[in-house]
């Protein structure tokens, strides 16, 4: 109630006005005002201003009488109560009074103090009550229409009696065209996965009386047709006694976290390369084949594949030229197989097919060759002809596991056996295969233990001038004495201490121990001049290489150019910027850099030519067959040239026949190493070599002619 109620009396009947105060006083309002306007003009006139809360109208004024009166002052005043007096003649108009907007009509001479306080009490009272639920609407429309959710209600017969702006826009239904209809038609929400109506969710609302939610795949029809996945709670709405008068339904758009709900879950499943299932849906895939080939005894099959030399593409060409041929790989591997079969990526250069039916082990043979036949042929990637070779494991469901995890490990054996086995082919898993794996776990512990143990040693092989036949220096080979199995070359476990990491360490002491026997020959004959270290692409890139190299060099006092270091073609495109770092390292201390098995691996003549290279070791693969193949000549012929175009000195490994020392001599190759010469010996029998003289000291021959008969120093 206001404090100060202020009634406008428009009358010119000055009694009134003290009747007026008299009721508001005994209405209980200590201070009040009344305010008196003795004409309808004066009365308008006051109401172009606020600070009215009721207004006493007499119906007979000077300027006007009777309903027009009424009109003109509710339209100037449409939300103030007007309490109309009137004489007896006018009750025939009261009627139509309450209707143009009066509040109230009384009779001017039947009212006392006390009927006139109630009257205005109860106008003034009601007027409150209204603005305060104007403003409790206006607060709840505001609210409803600013929040993100659809907000819709209902009676309790399930006709619609509201929606905000977003139920609006989600149902297609405006307000006006929705109000009274029946909630289905505007509400029509179905599943989304039977495609069946979802029984009107009002009505569990209702008859149970309590907040239920929609299920969780619910789309809703718009009005248009079109479909809106959904989520929704429907609440019960109470009257005042308590009964349920109706249903509130809240429900938003779900269709973006939906859809990347379904995104995500596809790609926990899927290679984001080139799209196949990934490690996780094979396992499933895998493991609901094996309960299908228990329940109805069939076989299935579980093929590994590993791409041979993806890396080396990757390294020299870039990782998106890989990534192309990766997802041409896939492609071409899903024409290999039946629908029903299953091809993935596990990652990398790795896929693994599942055969989910076959009838025998052979049909598995058609299709491996199908796949390395496919997989062989030229890839057009990036403007490079590119060609690629897999090595493929198989094994078998029963005969090789009865397991998802032993079947895949067991056909990932049967693929390093493939690998081993020269690559571009398909191996079936046998238990042998099993017994080599173990092998090779031991070989690994044993070569943790090796190093402390003193297992290993080195052999040099002499490096000598093709022109003299000086030795002009040594190659450092590892070996390993290994407590049971006797003395293991470096291709029986420098592959697994690559693998596992110990290369590092290995390596480093071979590095120290090569430049310690170097030193000491140096120390004793003149005529050796150099040591030849090889070193693998781990060890390379390996942290502290450069400072073990400087302190090998240190250590013993070794001039950095009696040192030489033979890295793979392939160790060298690793990382092309990084190697060029370390070459550039090595170099400005002066250490020789060598290229080890050149032709082998992969390699850019352009890098070559950025590199500092000092040496080009022709692999031995080339020599052994240049006097008897045309195209090993051809080759051999170029790779001299090469060598000799960029200033490298050109050392050809393996030569083992005098034809092949004849041919090497007449290209003018610098250098070779070979049986013809020496086999690889044992650090003391290599220095009563070089104490003897070296090849040239059994002299007073012409080199090469007679090397047949006395140059060639035996095992
Ligand atoms: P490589 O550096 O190309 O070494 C030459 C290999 O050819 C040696 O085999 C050597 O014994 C062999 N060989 C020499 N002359 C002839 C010949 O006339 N005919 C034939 N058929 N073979 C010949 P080995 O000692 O078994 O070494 C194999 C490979 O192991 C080496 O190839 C090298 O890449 C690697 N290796 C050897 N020692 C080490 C080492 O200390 N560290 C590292 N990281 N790798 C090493
Ligand atoms: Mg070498
Ligand atoms: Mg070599």
Known sequence: MPVRPHVLLISPRTELSALARMSLLEG???????????????????????????????????DSAGLPTLQRVFLAAPH???LVLGDDDSRALFRTLLQAGAQDCLVRTRINSDSLARALNGAIGRKIAEDALFLERERAQVTLNSIGDAVLSTDVKGRITYLNAVAERLTGWNLADARGRDLR???????????????DPILGAIAHDHVIALSADSVLIQRSGAEVPIEDSVAPIHGRGGDVSGAVIVFHDVSESRS??????????HD??????????????????????KRHQRRLAVMFLDLDHLKHIN??????????????VARRLLACVRGSDTVSRQGGDEFVVLLSEIEQPSDVVAVAEKIRTALAGVYDVADHALYLTASIGVSIYPEDGDTAELLTRNADTAMYQAKADGRDTHRFFSVEMNLRATERQSVEEGLRQALARQEFFLQFQPKVDLGSGCITGAEALIRWRHPERGVLLPSQFIPIAEDCGLIVQIGAWVLETACRQARDWMQAASSFTQISINI??????????????????????LPAGCVELELTETALMRDADGTVRMLGALHALGVRLAVDDFGTGYSSLSYLKRFPITTLKIDQSFVRDVTIDEDDANIVTAMVAIGHSLRQQVVAEGIEQLAQLAFLQSLQCQEGQGFLFSQP??????????????????????????LATVGRIPA
């Open 185 to 199: 038609q505007v509400f029509n929400v179905i599943s989304a996965v039977t495609r069946a109506v979802v029984t």
């Open 28 to 62: 209980g309002w200590e201070s009040f005002e009344v305010e008196g306007a003795g004409s309808l003009h004066a009365g308008l006139q006051r109401l172009t201003t606020a600070g009215v809360d009721a207004i006493l109208l007499d119906l007979v004024l000077p």
């Open 272 to 293: 984001f390369l080139t799209d196949l299932p990934n490690r996780v849906l094979l396992n499933e895939r895998l493991q609901h084949a094996l309960d299908l080939g």
């Open 536 to 557: 693998s692409a781990h060890e390379f890139v390996s942290k502290g290489f450069y400072e073990r190299v400087c302190q090998a060099l240190g250590d013993n006092q």
């Open 80 to 82: 103030i109560p007007i």
């Open 315 to 328: 390294d020299s060409l870039g990782h998106s030229v890989g990534d192309q041929l990766l997802t041409e």
């Open 681 to 706: 010996l044992d650090a003391d029998r290599f220095g009563s070599l070089l104490a003897e003289g070296g090849l040239c000291a059994v002299t007073g021959i012409t080199w090469p002619a007679s």
């Open 260 to 269: 990347i709900k379904q995104r995500m879950a596809y790609l926990a499943q």
